[in-house]
């Protein structure tokens, strides 16, 4: 495979505007390399799409300004409204697990401020991005706009039910943990689709590669991985005698 370097990212409106203090002085683009060498490729990430994607997203822009001198730690992000963005080593293994094409039409669950959502524009044909809370859908749609991520669609909406307006779609990506995968997305399935989520809590939690073929679902386990849940997706508790 040849090596990869971070790509020298074109000045865009908006990417330096209202940094101060630390965050002015830090060299992001230093940063993002050390993110990709030190917590991402150590952790099995082979994928030439996916690491060059990782390079090229500026994850400084999805956070507040406060935490733009911290956005590269090896840690999750508080987004707001109980929301994170997602810790680079699982989430990078999450995307190589889905294989994803420039063919792929992809659901993303969960937009919150649109990082992910960046990810997914440079790895597929197009994204379709559910969120619930107002907000976040808000601040996702101007950032995504401002650095020209324009194969992203941002909708509002409840997470749980998809977009099945948009269906079928080759890729669901579920971003963050949940229960259980709701039938509602399974239906939102083209055959041969795939779906990946991190199923359960906590570090017991699984990475699920799901596999729609002729109205079957296959499901697999891949790794254990510990991120933030995302809300709305808990199973209904059953009436015990």
Not at 44 to 60: G, I, Y
Request: with cysteine; charged share 25%.
């Amino acid at each position: 495979m040849a090596d990869l370097k971070a790509p020298r990212l074109a000045s865009k409106d908006g990417l330096n505007k209202g940094r101060t203090g630390t965050a002015k002085m830090m060299d992001f683009e230093a940063a993002r390399t050390k993110m990709v060498e030190n917590q991402i490729r150590t952790t099995d990430v082979t994928s030439h799409s996916v690491l060059q994607a990782f390079f090229s997203v500026p994850r400084e822009e999805f956070v507040s300004a406060k935490l733009k001198p911290l956005a590269y730690i090896d840690d999750d992000l508080e987004i707001g409204a109980g929301r994170y963005l997602m810790e680079a080593s699982p989430l990078a293994k999450l995307l190589q697990l889905a294989q994803i094409t420039k063919d792929d039409l992809v659901l993303e669950i969960g937009c919150g401020t649109g990082y992910v959502s960046a990810l997914l524009s440079l790895l597929s044909g197009s994204v379709v991005s559910v969120e619930s809370d107002e907000a976040l859908s808000g601040q996702a749609i101007e950032k995504l706009s401002a650095l020209g991520y324009d194969n992203v669609a941002v909708v509002p909406g409840e997470m749980e039910k998809g977009c099945p307006a948009e269906a079928p779609f080759d890729l669901i990506f579920v971003n963050g943990a949940i229960e259980e995968v709701p039938p509602a997305l399974i239906e939102q399935l083209r055959d041969g689709g795939r779906l990946i989520a991190v199923v359960g809590y906590g570090n017991a939690a699984q990475a699920k590669r799901l596999v729609k073929e002729r109205g079957f679902v296959s499901e697999s386990d891949h790794f254990n991985a510990s991120v933030k849940p995302l809300p709305g997706f808990r199973r209904e508790k059953s009436f015990v005698f």
